[in-house]
């Protein structure tokens, strides 16, 4: 249930409610609704900056570490363990950037929709909470499948309040066709409790993930210094690998980069 401004590139739901909103309060703007622009403006800029520092930092990082390894292969031990040096700094930036943009920015979106549906639900715009609920599936979508990119254990508290939240908001829309408001506000309510569980679960095992591949990283280095070169690469080719699945589910999960779905269907199409 994860995404930002970029993910209306993939879902037209996202786009339209996007705009919706906008025409809604453009011919009235009260001082505070400008202050919450400029809030929001900030929040952008700030997730804009995350997000090319994680790129840029796996595209140095990256070219540092295949350059390593293939010092390691001509024997230049030196300047592998310099490359490997420089390489460290910016795999903690690119993992420092990735956990700033899955906190706030990315589960603040869904948290807006989710609040988006209950007022719409409140005011008995249904159309309006249909497509926000609409918008979270397709979030949903993007946020499991970007954590399968990535491989990221499903732990016990991962997996259940994915599960949990993923059923209330189902609950919601079958309270909303049943005409039942109050039900699916109530539901809502619920899901959005579990999103900030999750978000917590989140944080353990990216965290978790992130310190393994740091101790390749490290373990890489030992083996140089031992001089078993053979399995200093095997570790490198790991963290290599590593990293670029946790940029890609990443990027999966903000709506940068296409789902398996959309991948899919614009194959087909």
Known sequence: MICLENARLFLPNYAYATASSTNATASSKSPTTQENQTGNQTTTAQNHNSTETMMSSFKS???LLMQAINDIKTGNIQGALSELNN?????????????????NPIFQSAREHLLAAKKSIEAGNTDKAVSELNILKQLKLLHQQGMMTMKLPMTRDLNSTFSSAEAHLLAAGEA??????????????IASE??????????DVMNSLFSNTRTHFQQSVNDI??????????ELNRVINSLAEQEKGVLMIKGILPSVTNQVNATTT
Do not use: W
Not at 91 to 98: F, K, N, S, T
Not at 194 to 202: I, P
Not at 228 to 233: L, N, P, Q, Y
């Open 61 to 63: 990082g990256n070219k």
């Open 194 to 203: 579990q999103l900030y569980a999750h978000q917590l679960a989140m944080f």
């Open 176 to 189: 909303m066709n049943a005409y039942d408001p109050q039900r699916a506000i109530s539901e809502l309510d």
């Open 225 to 234: 210094k031992i001089n078993d070169t053979r399995a200093a690469i095997s």
């Open 87 to 103: 390489a460290k700094v910016q795999i903690e930036q690119q993992q420092l950037a990735a956990l700033s943009m899955i906190s």
